[in-house]
């Protein structure tokens, strides 16, 4: 009968993995489960193996870097997995239905830049109340929904969560951003329609990306956690 991995063994492979740096629980669990086949492969053709012998030639074939390799790539397939279901959120409001709500809203923008004249109180307008509505977000909305785990755990998941909620303080720089656009033109208004439809669009387009950004993916990320690691969650 082929030996495996026992439970005791098992957790020396999660304490393995923390005193290699690796602290995120879900980037844990791959590692141990990686680790713990390969034990047992070598098990298959040498049983008098040792359990730290066979965790030794393991971690040996993942080089000089050890681990962080492995944590690395974990980071960029999270990033790429959410910023592509975030750019598809987009390009829902560009598609058949959604679009025409796109539509009406942009050309909305349109008159209304057509209408008041001004192009710099609009903008400014949109500005003030992409602030203040990040602002209430913050304290009325994250704090209350920030993903809640047990203490001493730690999890890759839950940091993009809050990697993508924490754009604010980017966000936070459009007044003076836009300020310093506008002084540079020299110019409060614009005459050229299709500068105002391009800015039109632009706004629309924003307003659907913040949208996504602070309330479409956390709810996603939020449901793919509790999917995973339900046991883990406050």
């Known amino acids: 009968m082929n030996r495996t ?4 063994e098992t957790e020396q492979l999660f304490q ?18 990686h680790l713990a086949s390969a034990i047992e492969e070598q098990w298959e053709q040498n049983p008098e193996l040792s359990f730290d012998e066979g965790l030794k030639n393991s971690f040996r074939k993942f080089g000089i870097y050890g681990f962080s390799k492995i944590k690395d790539q974990k980071e960029k397939e999270l990033r790429r997995k959410y910023n592509r ?3 598809n959120f987009i390009l829902e409001y560009y598609r058949w239905p959604k679009v025409l709500t796109t539509f009406v809203c942009t050309l909305g923008l349109f008159l209304l830049f057509q209408f008041i ?5 609009i903008v400014a307008s949109f500005v003030l109340f992409v602030c203040i509505s990040i602002i209430l977000y913050h304290f009325l909305i994250y704090k209350k929904s920030k993903l809640k785990v047990i203490p001493g755990k730690t999890f890759l998941l839950v940091e993009q969560l809050e990697r993508f909620t924490s754009i604010y303080l980017v966000i936070i720089q459009l007044p003076n951003l836009t300020f310093h ?6 110019t409060t208004s614009i005459e050229n329609n299709w500068i105002l439809i391009g800015l039109s669009f632009f706004m629309v387009a924003f307003s659907v990306l913040l949208y996504g950004q602070f309330f479409y993916l956390p709810k996603k990320i939020k449901e793919h ?6 046991e883990f969650a406050l």
């Open 117 to 121: 004249g001004h192009a710099l109180w």
């Open 85 to 87: 279901m975030l750019w």
């Open 16 to 33: 393995f993995c923390r005193k290699h740096y690796v602290h995120h629980y879900d980037i844990q669990i791959e590692l141990v489960d």
């Open 5 to 8: 991995i026992t439970q005791e």
């Open 225 to 230: 956690f509790l999917e995973q690691f339900a």
């Open 181 to 186: 656009a506008f002084n540079s033109a020299e």
